[in-house]
């Protein structure tokens, strides 16, 4: 299932991709602003780790095969309603963009964004609202 670096911070971020290459640089660019990352490659893996892991924020592609971004946004809603979800997306519309806001989503952003862009959202929904953080399970 899904894969995890460890770092020193207790934010844990959960990145949501089929696609390697936009996962992995995710996942780098986050680490390097000293957050800890776990990585799903869909929705359904997604959902598996979040009930087996406490995370803060959910980083999530919109088309993605299986269970997609606006399906896993609403079942992260259901069953965990204080975790962040930023959706991020290369195909934007004007509905789409309202209908993820009307089920939770905490921010809507394109993947043509730069790096800081990315980082100013993470940072700005974690000072609204803290990025929690519950002790981590032991493995068994």
Known sequence: RGSRTTTTSATLILVVDDEVYVRDLLRRVLERRGHEVAVAHDGAEALAMIDDETY???LTDVVMPGIDGFELLRRVKASHP???VIVLTGYARKQSISDFLLYGAD???????ETKTLLDSVERISVERPLHSAPRRQPS
């Open 56 to 58: 803060g924020l959910v």
């Open 107 to 113: 921010e809507y952003l394109s993947k043509t964004l």
């Open 82 to 84: 204080d975790v962040r």
